[in-house]
């Protein structure tokens, strides 16, 4: 077997057990941890200053940003959410969120925004950028659910150095810490991992 090999092994295992432990939270425990996630983020000055923000839905048992998102839209900020792109296959987008949204449910039944290319915003041009973890590290190293989508989104971004990048925040339940998350070549580190716990500023 590959070097590669073992490494995708080792994270598709990770994932499985990371995925349970967070999907073994009780509704009381969700709504907790929502709560204090609120409560470690809304004070930010990453979170008050931004005016484009991008969050996604809860599923699967991750860590619910959503009290964060009606705050974002209460204080009259632009809120945006990923959306699987309809082709090719793993492009995924981020769309705005309107009061008036129309829903769709994507590949991996996950709702999402309807695709309208017009209320799609380049990433670069987002201030913040929350994505769900299925696994983080103190290092800022993070697991997703495996299919790469903002690796990929992402990539463009570093790869030609933007003046403006949007501050790259993972959202976890504090249960999905580990020692040490093993690296793909591609991975993009976070500059800070929040949790219902704490607020991880990382190297
Ligand atoms: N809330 C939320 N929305 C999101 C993401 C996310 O992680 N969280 N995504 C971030 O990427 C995208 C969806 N990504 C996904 C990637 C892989 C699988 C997945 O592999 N699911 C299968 C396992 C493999 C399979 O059978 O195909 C599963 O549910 O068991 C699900 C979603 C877009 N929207
Ligand atoms: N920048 C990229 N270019 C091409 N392929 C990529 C890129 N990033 C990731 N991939 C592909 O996506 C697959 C899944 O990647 P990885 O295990 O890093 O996903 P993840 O970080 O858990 O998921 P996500 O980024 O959706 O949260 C990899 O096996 C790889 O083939």
């Known amino acids: 077997m590959s070097q590669q090999d073992e490494l995708n092994q080792q994270r598709a295992l990770l994932r499985k057990q990371l995925r349970r432990k967070r999907n073994s939270l009780s509704p009381q425990q969700q709504h907790a941890a929502a709560q204090s996630l609120y409560r470690q983020l809304a004070q930010q000055l990453v979170f008050r200053r931004a005016q484009h923000l991008a969050f996604y839905l809860a599923c699967d048992g991750e860590i619910s940003p959503h009290l964060l998102l009606e705050a974002a839209l209460n204080q009259g900020k632009q809120v945006y959410l990923p ?3 309809p082709w090719p296959k793993y492009k995924m987008v981020f769309q705005q969120l309107l009061p008036d949204e129309l829903w769709e449910t994507n590949s991996y039944a996950i709702t ?10 380049p990433i670069w041009t987002l201030d913040l950028l929350c994505m769900p973890l299925v696994g983080f590290d103190r290092a800022g190293n993070r697991l997703g659910m495996g299919g790469g989508y903002y690796d990929r989104a992402l990539a463009p971004l570093i790869a030609h150095e933007h003046i403006k990048m949007p501050t790259l925040l993972g959202l976890a339940h504090a249960c999905q810490e580990v020692e040490q998350i093993p690296t793909q070549s591609w991975d993009i580190a976070l500059q800070a991992v929040v949790t219902d716990s704490a607020y991880l500023l990382l190297s």
């Open 83 to 85: 959306v699987i792109a």
């Open 112 to 121: 999402q925004p309807r695709w309208n290319p017009q209320r799609q915003r």
